[in-house]
């Protein structure tokens, strides 16, 4: 059982602590919680806002003394006062915190595990953390009156190969569905520059031939795009009548795009859902589960488009798909673009 977190620091960026492992080279191994808080004891800054601390619970202390230590984290001007961590990961020897709608927090994890030696003591240590811009034009303020739909329902970002890759639907909260851009970008975190990857207007899909044969609606908005660890360049994205008062009208479907020559590729009708509004798929590997499953049959690569036979039915609801692979084009480089 975790200590529970001293009742003066409020938990800010996240709710949830951020798991940083050290590397496996490194000497001793192990882990520790880090979740960064305001400190309600403190007095307000010149700005108005509490000071910040990162609270830190080590795997190296014994189980009958673990209790939460404190480090103070420098911030790079940069970073925006309002700032909310949608996804947390580790990547390439840094711990990353990233505001979907603002920038990506970064720090050492080296330098994050060296100062866990005095934790348990309390003892407050700087801790310089570094900040990454979205790419030119994605930047979305904080919304405190949620009158716009939150970033991570249209926006997605994962560690993919030895970059970080980013998509985003453009648009979503300002345009028609017809004008919305689907974009993917790439990261090199040494050189802290984005490479955008392609990009797409939802109606250039939609008039698609794979997608019009596909059946799917065009009458809403693409939402909650995930990107594949399974295949390059492809992002999942789901659609259908969310809210569709009668249950067995609701339908939902996933399909896929590579973002790489900015085609459509494969689309399922999944089971009925009975609730209202897209079911969050966080957290889980929906690509593998759609392979085992015998949902997704892909058809080779660089053959003309074709439909594939419905596959049987499931004990869980019946799954109609098709799978479209367009010949190979070339792709069209980007040039970088720097943050």
């Known amino acids: ?39 309600m004891d403190a007095d307000a800054e010149a700005d108005g806002y509490l000071p910040q601390v990162l609270c830190l619970l080590p795997s190296s202390a014994p ?29 390439q020897g840094s711990a990353y915190w990233v505001d979907l709608g603002q920038g990506i927090l970064f720090c050492s994890c080296h330098d994050l595990m060296s100062g866990t030696n005095n934790i348990n003591n309390n003892d407050d240590d700087d801790l310089q953390f570094g900040y990454i811009q979205l790419p030119d034009g994605c930047y979305v303020g904080c919304d405190s009156l949620y009158l716009t739909h939150l970033p991570s329902q249209y926006r997605d970002i ?35 520059q984005w490479h955008k990857v392609g990009s797409i207007h939802v109606g250039s899909l939609w008039e698609q031939e794979g997608f019009r044969r596909s059946g799917l609606p065009t009458n809403t908005s693409p939402t909650q795009p995930m990107l594949s660890s399974e295949e390059d360049g492809v992002v999942y994205l789901m659609a259908g009548d969310f809210y569709e008062e009668d249950e067995k009208h609701r339908s939902l479907h996933v399909f896929s795009v590579d973002m790489t020559t900015c085609e459509f590729v494969s689309a399922w009708r999944l089971p009925p859902w009975r609730h209202s509004g897209p079911p969050s798929l966080i957290g889980s590997d929906i690509f593998k589960h759609l392979k085992m499953d015998n949902l997704c049959q892909l058809v080779p690569p660089n053959t003309r488009a074709k439909v594939l036979p419905r596959p049987p039915k499931r004990d869980r609801g019946e799954g109609n798909v098709i799978t479209v692979r367009p010949r190979k084009v070339q792709r069209v480089h980007h040039q970088g673009e720097n943050v």
Request: charged share 20%.
């Open 63 to 91: 189980f009958d003394r673990r209790r939460w230590g404190t480090r103070r984290p420098i911030f790079p001007s940069e970073k925006p006062k309002s700032f909310t961590a949608h996804q947390t990961f580790s990547f």
């Open 1 to 39: 059982m975790l200590p529970t977190l001293p009742m003066r620091f409020l938990p800010s960026v996240t709710y949830c602590p951020h798991p940083v492992r050290q590397q496996p080279d490194a000497d001793g191994g192990g882990y520790l919680l880090a979740i960064f808080a305001m400190d």
């Open 158 to 192: 994962r560690c993919i190969s030895d970059s970080i890759r980013f998509v985003s639907i453009e648009g979503y909260n300002t345009d028609p569905p017809y004008d919305m851009l689907l974009s993917m970008w790439d990261l090199t975190p040494s050189s802290r």
